[in-house]
T-cell receptor
Framework: QKEVEQDPGPLSVPEGAIVSLNCTYS??????FMWYRQYSRKGPELLMY????GNKEDGRFTAQVDKSSKYISLFIRDSQPSDSATYLC???????????FGDGTTLTVKP | SQTIHQWPATLVQPVGSPLSLECTVE??????LYWYRQAAGRGLQLLFY??????ISSEVPQNLSASRPQDRQFILSSKKLLLSDSGFYLC?????????FGSGTRLTVV
């Protein structure tokens, strides 16, 4: 069993929809949770960073962490075609340490 | 500003040939550096990481090796490439707020 499982997708939604991307994990030592966005043939870029449980909002993006359930989510409101990309969850047990990644969910937002 | 450079962007190599991919970081000192590989449509597999000059940890036994000859330089090498080495190779450094990735090298072994 993988340490990090990510909903595989792919997801296809109409423009303006709310998108929910999800990951579960098994390692209770994970404390730092990240979401990365990766456009085709590019390196991933950090989208959201969260420490421990709770919510974090940045514009149209909201990251949620539920450590009791070992479950994290990324919500995208008012999705745009420019949000079409692969989204990777990642987590780590140490700050600035190595991360374990999910396999990614590919999102397509149709105009 | 902090930047990470990775090259080449694309590489096509025959089976059995050597490999050298280079990554350099600017604007930071003593970074933790990583090499990841991403197969098509898959997540990131950690290959090597380094916390300092000459300090390399290997995550997956394979025919690849890594070296860190300078504080901000990280090199991925192979003496003889296999078909299974094809993939998208990413260099990254970790900060307190996650990773910064390079632009990647797409390697095709033919």
């Amino acid at each position: 069993q993988k340490e990090v499982e990510q909903d595989p997708g792919p997801l296809s939604v109409p423009e303006g929809a709310i998108v929910s991307l999800n990951c579960t994990y098994s390692n209770s030592a994970f404390q730092y949770f990240m979401w990365y966005r990766q456009y085709s043939r590019k390196g991933p870029e950090l989208l959201m960073y969260t420490y421990s449980s709770g919510n974090k909002e940045d514009g149209r993006f909201t990251a949620q962490v539920d450590k009791s359930s070992k479950y994290i989510s990324l919500f995208i409101r008012d999705s745009q075609p420019s949000d079409s990309a692969t989204y990777l969850c990642a987590m780590s047990d140490t700050n600035a340490g190595k991360s374990t990644f999910g396999d990614g969910t590919t999102l397509t937002v149709k105009p | 500003s902090q930047t990470i450079h990775q090259w080449p962007a694309t590489l096509v190599q025959p089976v059995g040939s050597p490999l050298s991919l280079e990554c350099t970081v600017e604007g930071t000192s003593n970074p933790n550096l990583y090499w990841y590989r991403q197969a098509a449509g898959r997540g990131l597999q950690l290959l090597f990481y380094s916390v300092g000059i000459g300090q390399i940890s290997s995550e997956v036994p394979q025919n690849l090796s890594a070296s860190r000859p300078q504080d901000r330089q990280f090199i991925l090498s192979s003496k003889k490439l296999l078909l299974s080495d094809s993939g998208f190779y990413l260099c990254a450094w970790s900060t307190y707020y996650g990773y910064t990735f390079g632009s990647g090298t797409r390697l095709t072994v033919v």
